[in-house]
């Protein structure tokens, strides 16, 4: 379990943040708002990237920064941007990140192998990053999330810059990694997580305003068929190209 307690962040004079209190379970989360709504911030503070201004982060009770290195090892995370390593090949940027995270020498092998085929790129392991497309580098970084079955993954707009056909795929790789762990995923793209969500976490201004299923965030929003709808009704024409973008 995940708990935020009261965070907040300011850059200077500008405030990322505001008082959030936020506490996960096992799911699938979509943590969805316009851009500049603070949700790269969050996902920051989360994995202790970043540290919060104010309010603290728990992960079983236990505060993160406490834990340190074990929480490192419990984490799995792909930042929006894609600060990849583009000399290394697929495979070498795999086998470096478990280093970082500490996984045995001995299991490394395998456990990239692993992660390699489960985002389906082992026929494009030994080439560069470089040389990749935008859903093959979207791919290797969720490939290197998931490295030591981490029970908490945060994606950070993971479909960025997709095509539609990679969207979806990058979807039902997101929606196969569910199980006995707390998954974060956000987007400014409603049908990116719809489909996947078991519940969706709205943030507008560095605020959660709501979160909740689907199907009752319809209900709040009467007249809402679906996410879409929602979105529309919450943030208007925030993000007009939300709707454009969708698949
Ligand atoms: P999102 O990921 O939802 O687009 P961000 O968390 O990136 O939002 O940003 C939230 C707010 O904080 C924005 O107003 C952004 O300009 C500001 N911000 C983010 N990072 C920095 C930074 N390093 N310095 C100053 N302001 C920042
Ligand atoms: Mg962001």
Known sequence: M???DNIT???????????VSLTLDCGIYGLLGPNGAGK???????TGNIKPTEGKVFW??????????QFRSLIGYAPQQQGLYNSFTGRRFLSYMAALKGIPKKEVTSEIERVLSFVNMQDAADRAIGAYSGGMKQRILIAQAIVGEPRLIVLDEPTAGLDPKERVRIREQVRALAGNKIILVSTHVVSDIEPIADEIILIRSGSIIDRDTV???CKKHDGSRDL?????HIFGKEESYASSDSV
């Open 215 to 217: 199907g009752n965030l």
């Open 228 to 232: 879409e709808d929602v979105y529309m």
């Open 2 to 4: 995940l708990t935020l």
């Open 60 to 69: 079983e009770g236990a505060d993160i920064y406490g834990l340190g290195g």
């Open 9 to 19: 962040k300011k850059y200077k004079a500008r405030t990322a943040l505001c008082g």
């Open 40 to 46: 790269s911030t969050l996902m920051n503070i989360i």
